[in-house]
């Protein structure tokens, strides 16, 4: 089966930064496409960043600057820097063996890891 399973959320200020990992597991295809999303209480989720195969990244307008997304080998990484309130929220990972952009159309989440940023 396959498996999704993020961390490193946490607790920080604003102005401060956090790395969220996804490891992905018993994905039998060829390497899946990734991405990561957000959702906050009462809110949509909403895509932040993708890569495809080859680790190529697509980033949603409203992160543009302050997010990095990275793929090796199994493991997906987000690095968000200068954290906002707003930041606030549950990070999923997403893969899928079919190119799904920024939808959340992923066959394939993780349980989330729960980024909350203070002012």
């Known amino acids: 089966d396959v498996q999704l399973v993020e961390s490193g959320g946490g607790s920080v200020q604003a102005g401060g930064s956090l790395r969220l990992s996804c490891v992905v597991s018993?994905?039998?295809?060829?390497?899946?496409?990734m991405a990561w999303f957000r959702q906050a209480p009462g809110k949509a989720r909403e895509g932040i960043a993708d890569?495809?195969?080859?680790?190529a990244p697509n980033y949603a307008n409203s992160v543009q600057g302050r997010f990095l997304i990275s793929k090796d080998k199994n493991t997906l990484s987000l690095e968000i820097k200068s954290l906002k309130p707003e930041d606030t929220a549950m990070y999923y990972c997403?893969?899928?063996?079919?190119?799904?952009?920024?939808?959340?159309?992923?066959?394939?989440w993780g349980q989330g890891t729960q980024v909350t940023v203070s002012s």
């Open positions: 018993g994905f039998t295809e060829r390497a899946p496409y």
């Open positions: 997403a893969a899928d063996g079919l190119y799904r952009g920024l939808t959340p159309e992923y066959r394939y």
């Open positions: 890569v495809d195969r080859n680790g």
